[in-house]
């Protein structure tokens, strides 16, 4: 685990740079959320199956986009996502709800700007847990989770202007956990001990759907000097 944040700290290095270089272009700041499905890949020793059934969670937050130029941006932002699953006989529901901070780089597409598609880690840091079930009496509740997930974040969409300085986006968002949050448990029933809980990795599609503002260029903005 260590070796990955190294790695995010070194993108973050890479990234101030070009963020210094971008004071004098317009930035976009915004708001974004929308529904998502979630599935956990699990290598779980009491469920050997490789998917968990999927669930229909969401999330919220806001959003900044900074330019290098007029095809390539850096984007980031912090977020609430719940995740989350239900079994199909609805017998229980797990809910985690995290605090994400997504660096992607991202391509804007043909010559007007409204596609695009982005790629970048992200860091997520798990703010709290839930667990409801009747039948199975707390029986998950002694798994125990790590407070912070990693991954890939993968995205595409559309950015449509709207009046003046507001533009809208439409896309789709796949946040790929690359670390395994099940912390080490030994599973026990009737007396004997079966090993450990096994692995659980994060994935969730978000439908996204956001407003941003469009700040205007400072170069324009800037009176010239007169002697």
């Keep these: 685990m260590t070796h990955i944040y190294k790695l995010f700290l070194l993108f973050l290095m ?5 963020l210094c270089n971008c004071q004098d272009r317009k930035f976009q700041v915004g708001i ?5 499905l979630c599935v956990f890949r699990e290598e779980m020793l009491l469920f050997p199956r490789k998917y968990d059934d999927l669930g229909l ?3 919220i937050g806001v959003a900044f986009s900074y330019p290098i130029d007029n095809n390539y941006a850096f984007c980031t932002g912090l977020s609430w996502e719940r995740q989350g699953y239900s079994n199909r006989s609805g017998d229980f529901h797990y809910h985690f709800d995290y605090l994400i901070l997504p660096v992607v780089f991202q391509v804007n597409l043909l010559k007007k700007k409204r596609f695009y598609i982005n790629m970048g880690p992200y860091v997520g840091y798990l703010l709290s847990k839930g667990f409801k079930s009747d039948y199975y009496d707390g029986f998950f ?6 407070k912070f997930d990693t991954g890939i974040t993968l995205g595409l969409g559309v950015n449509l202007p709207i009046f003046h300085h507001f533009s809208t986006t439409i896309g789709l968002r796949n946040n790929f956990g690359l670390m395994n949050i099940q912390k080490p448990y030994t599973v026990t029933r009737d007396k004997y001990n079966m090993g450990n809980a096994g692995k659980s990795f994060t994935n ?3 439908i996204l759907i956001g407003i941003s503002y469009n700040l ?3 170069k324009s903005t800037t009176k010239p000097v007169t002697e």
């Design 14 to 18: 890479l990234l101030a740079p070009s």
């Design 32 to 36: 974004e959320g929308g529904p998502s």
């Design 204 to 206: 969730s599609t978000i």
């Design 141 to 146: 509740d002694k798994w125990k989770y790590e």
């Design 216 to 218: 205007p260029d400072k």
């Design 57 to 59: 969670e969401g999330m």
